[in-house]
């Protein structure tokens, strides 16, 4: 069983700055591909980004490149999401993944989800 915690989620300004977390147990972390999801009052989970194991390819989805930037550490067990230049319609709540291959592929589905941290951007 893998479990995944997510933090640093938060209330931020438009055009600010927050780096969210998520901490993985349960199995060998670099491994896997991991990414983040997320969700909005009254939408569908949505794709966001998506790292390989190694860290070597990342993914993003285009309402956010350019502005977020996924990461990991794989000696902490843990992946990053960094996200600048935020927006009102970024806020959601956002979910951590874990993949069951070390690549992620556009067709894969996670087969672990964290229970999620509250993005709140103000205007």
């Known amino acids: 069983q893998v479990q995944l915690v997510e933090s640093g989620g938060g209330l931020v300004q438009a055009g600010g700055s927050l780096r969210i977390s998520c901490a993985a147990s349960?199995?060998?972390?670099?491994?896997?591909?991991m990414g983040w999801f997320r969700q909005a009052p009254g939408k569908e989970r949505e794709f966001v980004a998506a790292i390989s194991s190694s860290g070597g390819m990342t993914y993003s989805s285009d309402p956010v490149k350019g502005r977020f930037t996924i990461s990991r550490d794989n000696a902490k067990n843990t992946v990053y999401l960094q996200m600048n230049s935020l927006k009102p319609e970024d806020t959601a709540v956002y979910y951590c993944?874990?993949?069951?291959?070390?690549?992620?592929?556009?067709?894969?589905?996670?087969?672990?989800w964290g229970q999620g941290t509250q993005v709140t951007v103000s205007s």
């Open positions: 993944a874990a993949y069951p291959t070390p690549w992620y592929f556009s067709e894969s589905s996670p087969n672990y």
């Open positions: 349960g199995r060998t972390f670099s491994l896997y591909a």
